[in-house]
Nanobody, 120 residues
Framework: QVQLVESGGGLVQAGGSLRLSCAAS????????MGWYRQAPGKQRELVTT???????NYADSVKGRFTISRDNAKNTVYLQMNSLKPEDTAVYYC??????????????WGQGTQVTVSS
């Protein structure tokens, strides 16, 4: 079994910054893509950003230039640096990882979510 544990959410004023972390643990052989998604009240979960094991990144247009994803493969951890936060960034942020287990089966795992609230 694999667990993803997020941390770093909280309340911040518009224009401020937050850094989220997500650490994976358990029966991990290697982790493929990792990413962050978010879900605002009354809305569907949406992609924020992803990063491959090699470091290639992809961002939603709404966060380009403000958010930066990074990862530490040795620590099985992914980070999300969020700058110039806006009230519309308010959501529960979820970490996702594609993990190869000992049978080399690829499974997708989710964290429990961390609340990010941006006040105007």
């Amino acid at each position: 079994q694999v667990q993803l544990v997020e941390s770093g959410g909280g309340l911040v004023q518009a224009g401020g910054s937050l850094r989220l972390s997500c650490a994976a643990s358990g029966l991990i052989i290697t982790i493929n893509d990792m990413g962050w998604y978010r879900q605002a009240p009354g809305k569907q979960r949406e992609l924020v950003t992803t990063i491959t094991r090699g470091g290639s990144t992809n961002y939603a247009d709404s966060v380009k230039g403000r958010f930066t994803i990074s990862r530490d493969n040795a620590k099985n951890t992914v980070y999300l640096q969020m700058n110039s936060l806006k009230p519309e960034d308010t959501a529960v942020y979820y970490c996702n990882a594609g993990v190869y287990d000992y049978r080399m089966t690829l499974n997708s795992y989710w964290g429990q979510g961390t609340q990010v609230t941006v006040s105007s």
